[in-house]
Each structure stands twice: as C-alpha cells, then as structure tokens.
C-alpha cells in the first residue's frame, strides 16, 4: 500500500487551510507591511538564472526555453514577432506542468497561431505563502526584462497578453507596473490572490492601470480570491463565491479538493471561453453584492474572453457542475 499520496494530500490541505488563515489575519499583518516596504527584492537578479523558466509553445513545434538576451537561441526557437503572444503566469505551488497552463496552452493553440510562452517561477513559489509572496515580486522583474527583452526583437506591446492565475495575476499586474516601452495590451486575472493582499497598494498587486485592458474572472473570492473589483471589467462566475460541482468547503474531508476546485475553476472558465467564444454570456451587475446574491438581470451582448464585445463594469453569468461548462444555449 502506498502511504505517501495521503500523507501528500493531508499536507496540501494543511498548506490551503494555512493560506485561509493568512487571509483572515491570524498571522503577523506585521510580515505584510515588512513586504508592502520591500525595496531589495530584485536585487541579485540573475536573467538567465533558474528561479524562472519562460518555455515558448508553437503549433507543431517542441517547446523551447527561452533565455534573456541569447540571440541565437531566439533565432532558433521559431517565435513568430508578427502573432500575437500570450504569456501564461501559474499560482503558489503550481507550475507550467499543472492544469493552469496546459489547459490555456491547449485552448490557444488550438484557436490561433499564436506565441504562447509558459512563465515557470515554481521555485520561487513552492513552499510556505510569505516566502511566495516575496517570490512574486522577484518572479515579476524577471516578466518585465523578458516582455522588455521580446519588444527589442520587434514584439508590438499591443500583440502582448499576460494571463495569470491567483498569485500569478499579481506577477503579471506588477510586471505591468514597470514597464518602460508602455502598456501590455491585456491582463487576464484568473481569481487574484485574497491572502496577503487585500490592504497592499496598487504597485504590488494586480489592478487597472497595469495594461489597456485588465479582465478580472472571480470564482472564489473571500476565501482564496479577491471580492472587490480589480480589472476594467471583472466577472463573477456563479456569484464568484462558490462554483457548482465543487465539494463543500464545510466538509472538513474534501477541504483540500474544495479549496482546489473553486479557485481552479477561473482558469477552466477561461480556456473555455478561447475555444467557445459563445460559451458564457453576461448579465451586468451593479455591485459586488448584487453579484454575489445572483441578482443580476440586465442583459448584455457581452461574452467571457471575448474583448471586442466589453463595455467596462461588473457581470455576472452561470455555468454548468461539469465541463463543458457552458449553459445550454
């Protein structure tokens, strides 16, 4: 009998139940304030280091590791500068070998030509939540000199797309923050991060600044993601606090799955919505609170991962407990 997958997954879900805490501010708000002053996190940055990874995926070609400032190896690695690029940012202790990227990498290439490039910061991330905090802000440099690095080889600022899940989301809006060529064109923010950063400012964590458009999809706030809004237009999925199909969160043996599945979701939606343009349709809402009572009616052109058809505010829309996730049309 193999005793190390329950020992693992008991560990994950004191890991997850730690986080809830962090949120809730059982913990040193102290730490927080010590990071919201951090001046010295990029200091010592190696950019061809091996605290981050940028892995480019093409249509019918092996994935390829791009590395800062190597001519050569970019000469090699087929990017296409005239497609657009799509730069997918993982959360705390995933990686670009879990379901966040390669269900998003799968959805893109499978639509367009497109340069999709997986951001691996896991070692930075992999351990306890405060350490992948500080994380975030290293693993963010590194996405500015890389997004800096590809508009030197020709890249249009206006073809680039950041999508980042949880943690991830405030790499890609610090990473905004510091350009200097401008503004990313998108930010997609797949449930941002709650624990840590419901008091920081606006430098350190995603917000509407950080590119011409930010899309926030919100699937588990108050527990593990944000509940106000972050982006120019932000979607509650199903309210935004609990999403159908997922295991109670009250049920002290499915903590851990329950945890997963809600905050997981964001990113299901989302890749979703890149293979089904149609997939879910919106009805907006006025407030936070409007959404998350599902009083949501007034009906709307617009669709999930579709920008030609957004207008900027709060949405709501349904889905269904399995994948496709969809509602019947």
């Known amino acids: 009998m193999d005793l190390a997958a329950p020992f693992a997954g008991l560990i994950t879900t004191v890991t997850l139940v730690a986080t809830v805490f962090y949120m809730n501010g059982y913990f040193n708000q102290k730490k927080f304030a010590d990071l919201n002053n951090n001046t010295d996190a990029n200091e010592g940055l190696d950019p061809n280091g091996p605290d981050v990874q940028f892995i480019l995926h093409k249509r019918n070609s092996s994935p390829f590791n791009l590395r800062l400032h190597d001519q050569n190896k970019f000469d090699k690695s087929k990017f296409n500068i ?29 639509t367009g030509d497109y340069n999709v490039i997986g951001m691996d910061w896991s070692a930075l991330c992999e351990f306890e939540y405060l350490s992948a905090m500080r994380g975030a802000q290293i693993a963010s440099q590194y996405l500015v000199e890389m997004v800096e690095w590809l508009v030197m080889q020709g890249v249009s600022l206006k073809d680039m797309h950041l999508v980042g899940h949880s943690l991830g989301a405030h790499v890609a809006g610090m990473a905004g923050s510091k350009l200097r060529s401008g503004k990313v064109s998108r930010i997609t923010g797949l449930d941002p991060a709650l624990p840590g950063y419901n008091e920081r400012g606006p430098h350190v964590k995603l917000d509407p600044s ?66 089904n343009p149609k997939a879910f349709k919106c009805t907006r809402c006025v407030s936070v609170e409007e959404a998350l009572g599902e009083n949501c009616f007034e009906e709307t052109d617009i669709y999930l991962g579709q920008p030609s058809t957004y207008r900027s505010g709060l949405y709501f829309f349904r889905t269904r407990k399995t994948q496709p996730y969809a509602p019947p049309p």
């Open 210 to 275: 950080d590119a011409e458009l930010v899309e926030v999809i919100h699937t588990y706030m108050k527990i593990l993601g944000y509940a106000r809004p972050l982006g120019h237009i932000d979607f509650y999925a199903n309210g935004g606090r609990y999403q159908p199909g997922c295991p109670d969160i009250y049920d002290i043996w499915k903590i851990g799955e329950s945890l997963h599945c809600n905050h997981a979701r964001s990113y299901q939606y989302f890749a979703e919505s890149v293979v």
């Open 82 to 110: 005239t497609a657009p690029t799509k730069i997918i940012i993982h959360g705390f202790m995933s990686s670009i070998k879990q379901e966040v990227f390669t269900l998003n990498k799968d959805a893109f290439l499978k």
